[in-house]
């Protein structure tokens, strides 16, 4: 069984200051990992990936995160914020051995505030 | 550009009532999935297919279903609305192969049953 747990359900940081959201996953398998982002009133979009290759992810708007296996996390950074980052994001796991969408197992969101 | 386009954005219904949400890709994908996003819960997966004529239960199947005639289409529809499926629905799309997860999403459909 696969399970993603985000610690924050809001986080709140100032323009210009890092950004940390923090995801822990549970995967009987290698897993693949996730994070989607998603502005108000849009669907989500993919913001990286895991899977097996660099444990130090990179993804789009200057964000990153990192595979660490022995903590079982997946945290997401970014180290300065913008107004536009402000959004809600969802951490995703997948047992990467099913092979197929319906495996996936989504957190319930950390929503990210930036103050001005 | 290839999209994904969900209608209607908005939808108010009665209990008891059918109602169909459409969901159309110009992506070419073979794999569709509908999601409901409710508060607190993340997306949970309702039904999926991985062609024409495949359709598949997910864990939140019971009330719906979905139909696949083509490629670009799969309409999701709630037999005899209630009130516990007052939510926001997405419909995303992924082609076959990629690694899981990869998926590309409509922008909701939010239905309030009264």
């Known amino acids: 069984a696969q399970s993603v747990t985000q610690l924050d359900s809001h986080v709140s940081v100032s323009e210009g200051t890092p950004v940390l959201l923090r995801c822990n996953y549970s995967s009987s398998y290698s897993p693949s990992l996730f994070w989607y982002v998603q502005h108000p009133n849009k669907g989500l979009q993919l913001l990286l990936k895991y899977t097996s290759a660099a444990t130090l992810v990179k993804g789009i708007n200057g964000f990153e995160a990192e595979f660490k296996k022995s903590e079982t996390s997946f945290h997401l950074t970014k180290p300065s914020a913008h107004m536009s980052d402000a959004a809600e994001y969802f951490c995703v796991v997948s047992d990467r051995y099913r092979g197929s969408a319906r495996q996936l197992t989504f957190g319930s969101g950390t929503q990210l505030t930036v103050l001005p | 550009d290839a999209e994904i386009t969900q209608s209607p954005r908005h939808k108010i219904t009665e209990t008891g009532r059918q109602v169909t949400l459409a969901c159309h890709q110009t992506?070419?994908?073979?794999?569709m999935f509908w999601y409901r996003q409710d508060l607190g819960h993340g997306l949970r997966l309702i039904h999926y297919s991985y062609g024409v004529q495949d359709t598949n239960k997910g864990e939140v199947s019971d009330g719906y279903s979905v139909s696949r005639s083509n490629t670009e289409d799969l309409p999701l529809t709630l037999e005899s609305a209630a009130s516990s499926q007052t939510s926001v629905y997405f419909c995303a799309s992924s082609s076959a192969g990629v690694t899981a997860g990869e998926l590309f999403f409509g922008e909701g459909s939010r239905l309030t049953v009264l």
């Open positions: 992506w070419n994908h073979n794999n």
